[in-house]
């Protein structure tokens, strides 16, 4: 079998290949991606959630093996965290880190099967909403589930964010008042390792988008 990387992850198409490609990668990805490539885009998510007061409870979008709630903890966060994946097999290898309440599988595009726990006051989400996932209808769901006030730090692939029309979903979001202090931070994907790993995505960016809810 091949190994999964993020060429075959940009490319996905459908919830169908979305499954397959994590079911088969779960079990390596902590090792051949996100070590491999220097993975620091949890980091600067975590980072700018902390440094914008976010508190829990937390739902981690996207979640995979847990990668960014790892983070948080690193950075001292001590509030309650649920998971949310689409991928039942990287819910598993997060689950197994003991980092969360609660593991939820389902598809942020649609009404969230949220625990009696939500509304939450914090969304964070870290390589979720990029090439071939998730493009700015997740918003409206998250936005759903989380309390007044809640501090949103969501990653966004910049050249999907080109792409996909996430400029003018959240300036309408913010036209119409239901998110507030809208800011967007450059924030680089990888690190050195990955300009010899995978030279062709090693420059990639992100946009980390910081909102409240209003």
Known sequence: MTQPDLSAAYGLSGPDATLKLYRDWAKTYDESFAGAMD????????????????????????????LLAERLREMGFQGEIDALDLSAEMLAEAGEKQLYR??????????????????????????????????PE??????????????????????????????????????????????VIDVE????????????HAGDLAAIVLFHKA
């Open 102 to 135: 609660h593991l939820i599988a389902a598809d942020v595009t649609k009404p969230l099967p949220l625990p009696d726990a939500a509304p939450y006051r914090g969304i964070v989400s870290s390589g979720t909403f990029t090439n071939g996932h998730v493009g």
């Open 189 to 200: 994907i990888y690190g050195k390792a990955a300009a010899e790993r995978d030279p062709g």
């Open 138 to 183: 997740g918003l409206p769901p998250l936005i759903a589930a989380a309390a007044p006030g809640a501090v949103f730090a969501l990653s966004v692939n910049r050249k999907h964010w080109a792409g996909t029309g996430f400029e003018a979903a959240l300036r309408e979001l913010a036209d119409s008042g239901a998110i507030r202090d809208l800011q």
């Open 39 to 66: 993975y620091r885009l949890p980091a600067h998510v975590a980072r700018a959630f902390v440094a914008a007061g976010g508190a829990g409870p937390v739902l981690d979008v996207g979640a995979g093996t847990g």
